[in-house]
Nanobody, 119 residues
């Protein structure tokens, strides 16, 4: 069983920056991918960013490309999301997730952390 705990959320003005962290624990933590998702009020959960642990390759939603950066410290089992040039439309609960199968869905989720961007 993998446990994921996010931190680093809060209130920030438009144009500002935040860095989210997601600490993973569990007896066998060896995912293929780690990802960040977000869910705004009244909207469906959407993909934000993903990192492949075998080669550190990354991919981003178009809405955050060039502003957000996903990274992972494998020694600490912690994945980060650096968010720059934040916009009010980035306001959401941000969740990290792990995918332990190469093909399939993300199967472990954190509880989420709130990001609010004021205009």
């Amino acid at each position: 069983q993998v446990q994921l705990v996010e931190s680093g959320g809060g209130l920030v003005q438009a144009g500002g920056s935040l860095r989210l962290s997601c600490a993973a624990s569990g007896r066998t933590f060896n995912p293929y991918f780690m990802g960040w998702f977000r869910q705004a009020p009244g909207k469906e959960r959407e993909f934000v960013a993903i990192i492949t642990l075998s080669d550190d390759s990354t991919n981003y939603a178009d809405s955050v490309k060039g502003r957000f950066t996903i990274s992972m410290d494998k020694a600490k089992n912690t994945v980060y999301l650096q968010m720059n040039s934040l916009k009010p439309e980035d306001t959401a609960v941000y969740l990290c997730a792990a995918r332990t199968s190469f093909y399939g869905q993300f199967d472990s989720w954190g509880q989420g952390t709130q990001i609010t961007v004021s205009s």
